[in-house]
Every structure is written in C-alpha cells, then in structure tokens.
C-alpha cells in the first residue's frame, strides 16, 4: 500500500499543483512540479519502500532549476505559500528523465 506521502504528492501531481518540500533534512525549502510518481524498481512492490518521485524543481538550493528525483521518504513536505503557485513542464521534459522511476503509478 503506498505511503501517505505518496498520496499526498498524488494529488498534487494530478491536479498540477508544486509541492514545498525539505530534502533529506536540508534546512532550504524546495518548490518542485511532480511529474512522475511511482517506485525505484521495475520489480519493487508498493510495500518495500522504494517510493519515488520526478519533479521539475523551480526554487530550491543550487542549482535552482531543473529534473530531480527523489526519495519520498526523504522528502519532508512543508505547508505551502500563499496562493499564486505556478506549476511548469519544461519543454525539456522527457521519458529519459524517469530512469530513477522505473515503475511509474503517475505521470502528467
């Protein structure tokens, strides 16, 4: 079963939406567009922890933008700021950048 995390950031990628985010216990917020969700490997299950996420990072510690993928169970989501938040898919963006992500659940 995924994570509550997973969900969360299911959510947010399906209604396009950035999420704010902490990374590995860094003290810089993240703003990241999830674009891919799903596991690390073709063959892990939604119960051994290999929970991952592709996202288009726009602000966040150097460099600022670009692909990142993460650990979900390293990323630490934080309540956003006010309204606007953009949400962008650069014109760079594809299938090669999922090669962390080879099990996708979701993706824009």
Known sequence: MPSIKF????????????????????PNKRKLCPHVLGYRKENSSETDGNERVLCYQL?????TQG?????LSKLEIVD???????????????????????KPKHKV
Do not use: M
């Open 7 to 26: 969900d969360k950031v299911k959510v947010k990628l399906v209604a396009h939406h950035p999420i704010y985010a902490r990374y590995n216990g860094e």
């Open 59 to 63: 602000d966040g510690p150097p460099p």
């Open 67 to 71: 692909w990142r993928c993460f650990d």
């Open 80 to 102: 956003p700021p006010p309204p606007p938040a953009d949400w962008i898919t650069p014109a760079n963006y594809s299938s090669k950048w999922q090669n962390d992500v080879q």
